[in-house]
């Protein structure tokens, strides 16, 4: 028994409480992964910013949600339809961003999960100024979609 204590004793650096060392790299692995945007390349943006700058005639809204979801609950208002499923897609928001120049383009689906993989996955492929309205239809929680 006297040997283990002596050879624990021995790997242990005097002073150094390891609990409070775990402690503080958890927290700091906490901070760090707060820090950090919910996925690469993530831009949110609230629903209430995105219908006013779309009413400055700053944004362009596009519903991502599939044509089953629109004829259920209707498009978003506002919103040009055009569901993340089409083959053409990114040929249809490359076409929509050359037709409106200087204007921010916001996804919306149910929730934002959608609208944040879109997001994410055209700021990867270099589109500028594009963002997912942040609770999407449902809302945040915060407020209403």
């Not at 820090?35 to 779309?54: E, F, H, T």
């Not at 004829?71 to 083959?87: S, V």
């Not at 055209?122 to 407020?143: C, E, I, Q, W």
Request: hydrophobic residues 45%; proline residues 6%; glycine residues 8%.
């Amino acid at each position: 028994m006297k040997q283990i204590k002596a050879l624990t004793a021995a790997r242990a650096a005097p002073g150094i409480n390891f609990a409070h060392l775990a402690f503080a790299m958890l927290a700091l692995a906490f901070a760090i992964l707060m820090a950090m945007p919910a996925y690469a390349g993530s831009a949110d943006i609230s629903d209430r910013d995105a219908y006013a700058l779309q009413q400055q005639g700053k944004l362009i809204l596009v519903d991502v949600r599939t044509e089953a979801e629109w004829q259920q609950t209707g498009i978003a208002p506002g919103a040009i339809p055009i569901t993340m499923q089409d083959p053409q897609f990114i040929s249809r928001i490359t076409r929509l961003q050359q037709s409106e120049p200087g204007k921010q383009i916001a996804f919306i689906c149910a929730s934002s999960r959608r609208s944040g993989i879109v997001q994410a996955e055209l700021a990867k492929r270099g589109f500028p100024d594009v963002y997912s309205v942040y609770g999407g239809m449902t809302g945040n929680g915060a407020t209403p979609g």
